[in-house]
């Protein structure tokens, strides 16, 4: 079984910034895809950034261009960095990580992060 602890999440002014973590642990298995999910209230849960094991980048259009995604394979971490948040980025952020067994998927317990002044 797989445990996923995240970090990072707060209150953040408009405009400012804010660096989501997560540590994956509890498995030996290859993780293929690692990323971030966040769902705000009365929403779908949606794709914010992943990351796969070669490099591979995908954002939602909405943080394109203002944030970045990167993961340490032999610490089987991956960062979100988020810059020029706004209100509209407020949900709760979820760790997300895919192993190279097929099938096998794991969530976090969920970060907030508040956009607001």
């Known amino acids: 079984q797989v445990q996923l602890v995240e970090s990072g999440g707060g209150l953040v002014q408009p405009g400012g910034s804010l660096r989501l973590s997560c540590a994956a642990s509890?498995?030996?298995?290859?993780?293929?895809?690692m990323g971030w999910y966040r769902q705000a209230p009365g929403k779908q849960r949606e794709l914010v950034a992943s990351?796969?094991?070669?490099?591979?980048?995908n954002y939602a259009d909405s943080v394109k261009g203002r944030s970045t995604i990167s993961r340490d394979n032999a610490k089987n971490t991956v960062s979100l960095q988020m810059n020029s948040l706004e209100p509209e980025d407020t949900a709760v952020y979820y760790c997300?990580?895919?192993?190279?067994?097929?099938?096998?998927?794991?969530w976090g317990q969920g970060t907030q992060v508040t956009v607001s002044s």
């Open positions: 509890g498995s030996s298995a290859i993780i293929n895809v």
């Open positions: 990351i796969t094991r070669g490099g591979n980048v």
């Open positions: 997300y990580v895919r192993l190279a067994v097929v099938g096998r998927s794991y």
